[in-house]
């Protein structure tokens, strides 16, 4: 079954740039929606925004100026950038796939990203 | 934006109790929403989907119903396993939001 694994810094700098990859094993990565949810404990669960396997997105409105996610098929990964960080955007950053009646299933483990100097 | 609103925040049940908790939606989202039971240091697993199409490998103890703005999720039978926090979802619009969430709890 497909399995989704987050990686990057577990720490970034104020004003910096937050950047995640998550790769995707035990199924294909093309025909699909794939997204990334962070979860605070000031703000719960959080939908950032989802790319297609072609490479179109779509971000949460609330988040949109901030957020470019990218992907790269040859890798089976798709990746989330959120520039212009503050403490607000610490939290638990998980990969998803995005499927019917816009389900988040299945999840990755979940990284915890902390913005701090 | 659509709020998502669940109630109780927090629930005391025991093995065996019938348990309800309540989502509400803001605006009229027909049966766009989805639960999903999460537990601590895990990912969201999802439960129902459609407000009331049982996500497959969940047990039929779980069931979902509702639709325009409130909705219900029931356990008929609490297991050891069910304590846990429930969380509805918005499939509906764009920011696809999730309620506060219910923490479910031993008595």
């Known amino acids: 079954q497909v399995q989704l694994q987050e990686s990057g810094p577990g720490l970034v700098k104020p004003s910096e740039t937050l950047s995640l990859t998550c790769t995707v094993s035990?199924?294909?990565?093309?025909?699909?929606?794939w997204s990334w949810v962070r979860q605070s404990p000031g703000k719960g669960l959080e939908y950032i925004g989802y790319i297609y396997y072609s490479g179109s997105t779509s971000y949460n409105p609330s988040l949109k100026s901030r957020v470019t996610i990218s992907i790269d098929t040859s890798k089976s990964r798709f990746s989330l950038k959120l520039n212009s960080v503050t403490a607000a955007d610490t939290a638990v950053y998980y990969c998803a796939r995005l499927g019917q009646w816009e389900t988040f299933d299945p999840w990755g483990q979940g990284t915890l990203v902390t913005v701090s100097s | 934006d659509i709020q998502m609103t669940q109630s109780p925040s927090s629930l005391s049940a025991s093995v065996g109790d019938r348990v309800t908790i309540t989502c509400r939606s803001s605006?009229?989202?027909?049966?766009?929403l989805n639960w999903y039971q999460q537990k601590p240091g895990k990912a969201p697993n999802l439960l129902i989907y459609a407000a009331s199409t049982l996500q497959s490998g969940v047990p039929s103890r779980f069931s979902g119903s509702g639709s325009g703005t409130d909705f219900t999720l029931t356990i008929s039978s609490l297991q050891p396993e069910d304590f846990a926090t429930y969380y509805c979802?918005?499939?509906?619009?764009?920011?696809?939001?999730f309620g506060q969430g219910t923490k479910l709890e031993t008595k």
């Open positions: 605006q009229n989202i027909n049966t766009y």
């Open positions: 035990g199924g294909s990565i093309s025909g699909h929606y």
């Open positions: 979802q918005d499939s509906y619009t764009t920011s696809r939001t």
